[in-house]
Nanobody
Framework: QLQASGGGLVQAGDSLRLSCAASGRTFSTYTTAWFRQAPGKEREFVAAIAWSGGTTNYADSVKGRFTISRDDAKNTVYLQMNSLKPEDTAVYYC?????????????????WGQGTLVTVSS
């Protein structure tokens, strides 16, 4: 199971750190990603980190502002979000798949968290 947390209401330019906590002893073998869905829009890829921890991938819209990382000792993946913009407003979901490559397609991932709302005011 995945549990996303850390969302909230912030102003443009602020930072937030989202957490995705997982249960189970094999989390280190799961590639984990963050997706987001804004009202009235499709779910979109944000960032992913390989189960080995060495490879990451980011959507162009967040490159240079967001950083994904993992702490396997804590069974947690983080999304550090800096320089937030109003267009970053969305529900953020974490997703995982065991031994997967770093892929941007939502259908690839078979484990999903419940989502955490991020609202960025202008």
């Amino acid at each position: 199971q995945l549990q996303a947390s850390g969302g909230g209401l912030v102003q443009a330019g602020d930072s937030l750190r989202l957490s995705c906590a997982a249960s189970g002893r094999t989390f280190s073998t799961y590639t984990t990603a963050w997706f987001r869905q804004a009202p009235g829009k499709e779910r979109e890829f944000v960032a992913a980190i390989a189960w080995s921890g060495g490879t990451t991938n980011y959507a162009d819209s967040v490159k240079g502002r967001f950083t994904i990382s993992r702490d396997d000792a804590k069974n947690t993946v983080y999304l550090q979000m800096n320089s937030l913009k109003p267009e970053d407003t969305a529900v953020y979901y974490c997703a995982a798949r065991r031994f997967a490559m770093v892929i941007t397609t939502a259908a690839t991932y078979d484990n999903w968290g419940q989502g955490t709302l991020v609202t960025v005011s202008s």
